[in-house]
């Protein structure tokens, strides 16, 4: 069946170091990609998405390429700041039915001044 | 522009007791509508998914029931609520032509705690 696969975490880091966070999927079909960020105490907010193989979704300085030969979809970020302090989830699309999603189970970062 | 509200934002439950929780879609007609779970630490699980009025799929067998009884409403209830029904729970809407790359948004969240 279809799923996401993140790597655990939390990930810590220092402002301003470069970000990964990585993602997996196995999915049947050609599966729409989405990062989500959930801030503490608050709901997910979309953060990107690609829609076909070889896209690049980008926002607020993050980036993720839909890499369907490796069926990966890595988060990236070149310099992070403590802001970014948070969970992210990625998730996939289960076809053409309603547009539900299946999410991974999420990755916390931990950004320190 | 379109928003979703849910409420309540916070409930504390005995075992046993009834719930529910609403959710409301502005600014938009016929939208897929969903209930999602997070529980403690883990990812979320979707629950139930509905594309108009009086359609509602359960992803999993539960203790949980939804319902959709105008197009931009949607609620999820219980009877008889258990302690495992604790957790965060998001509702989210998405457009109803269900190509998979639409976007889903997601309301603020409920927290539940059965104590």
């Known amino acids: 069946g279809n799923s996401v696969t993140q790597m655990e975490g939390p990930v810590t880091l220092s402002e301003e170091a470069f970000l990964t966070i990585n993602c997996t999927y196995t999915a ?3 599966p729409s ?3 989500y960020v959930q801030y503490p105490g608050e709901g997910l907010q979309l953060l990107l998405k690609a829609t076909k193989a070889d896209d690049k979704g980008s926002n607020k300085g993050f980036e993720a390429t839909y890499r369907k030969e490796t069926t ?3 988060l990236e970020k070149g310099s992070v700041q403590v802001s970014d302090s948070a969970v992210y989830f990625c998730a996939l699309s289960k076809g053409n039915q309603g547009g539900k999603l299946i999410f991974g189970q999420g990755t916390e970062l931990s950004v320190k001044p | ?8 934002a916070t409930l504390v439950q005995p075992v046993g007791s009834p719930l529910s929780l609403e959710c409301t879609v502005e600014g938009t007609s016929n939208p897929n509508l969903y209930w999602y779970r997070q529980a403690a630490g883990r990812g979320l699980q979707l629950l139930f998914y509905s594309v108009g009025i009086g359609q509602i799929s359960s992803e999993v067998p ?15 209830s219980s009877k008889k609520l258990l302690l495992s029904d604790s957790g965060f729970y998001l509702c989210a809407w998405s457009r109803g032509q269900g190509a998979n790359g639409n976007t889903i948004y997601f309301g603020e969240g409920s927290w539940l705690t059965v104590v």
């Open chain 1, 33 to 35: 990609l989405f990062w």
């Open chain 2, 1 to 8: 522009s379109q928003t979703i509200h849910q409420w309540p």
């Open chain 1, 28 to 30: 049947t079909g050609y």
């Open chain 1, 72 to 74: 990966s979809f890595h």
């Open chain 2, 62 to 76: 539960q203790n949980l029931s939804a319902s959709r009884p105008q197009d931009r409403q949607f609620i999820l």
